[in-house]
């Protein structure tokens, strides 16, 4: 076995199954945390729960399938279809969810801090589980091109259709999971901090009544800037592998570039899954220290 093959079967078979294990224990502190009495009726609390459970996919799915194929060389998805599709819709479509949720917890505290009653009332708990039921029907919808358009090519790799079809799913992937939630958060964020500190300066004329970020608030808004950066660290550069590998198919490469292509793949996908795992640990902290 060459230094490569070396390094990758360490990676899969050891490292992976330490994430496996942390992101264990940050869904089952962040689903124990998340379904507290205390929380139920905070909207933004709903849009962290729903992330949990679509990370349960990966972590209980994806992950081990990615274990079993990288670390072992035993994957289904070589020889059977309909695995193939299943398993990167749920890649796809989990992974998905789990940001645009973030998102809309960004956009949630955005609309709570606002000095428009009408924009604080997006901010309620049955806005919340609406927004969260919309979201996940879009989501599972526009995926379905996965089911139609993967399969097992030349090199028993399951993958997406060449041509066309695999630019768009590469470029969707770089620009609706790498890229645009990312930005979104960024800005909601921002938005946020600012409408927060114009509604302070206002406190002592209008009263307290209007003041609705208090101790657990700030944890939220603080963790949400943090996964911002982590997200943007961890997925990007694997979004834009990706998109490299696609677009450079049929170019002419040196005996060891399609080998490093494949190794930086494979490692960067399991950090990818680092960052889910991690934020999971940072926002059950967070929790506990503003209980």
Known sequence: MNMDGL????????????????????????????????FRQNSCVHYFLASTIANYFVVFFILPSRIFSDGYDLDPGQYNLFYCKIRFYTYFTAKSLSSWFIVLACFDRKMSSSLNVHRRAFARPYISRWMIFITTCIVLIFYCHVLMFYEIDDTEECNGRLGFYRLFNDSFYLIGYSLLPPLLMLIFGIWTIVSTRRLRRIVPRVGRRITSLNNHDNALMLMLLVQVGLISITAVPHAVQKLYSTLTLYDRKDEHEPRRTDYQLRTQVPIVKLDENDRQLRTQNYQYRNL
């Open 7 to 38: 390094i990758k079967n360490i990676f899969s078979r050891y490292c992976l199954i330490g994430l496996f294990i942390l992101g264990i224990v940050g869904l089952i502190l962040n689903t124990l945390i998340f379904t507290r009495k205390t």
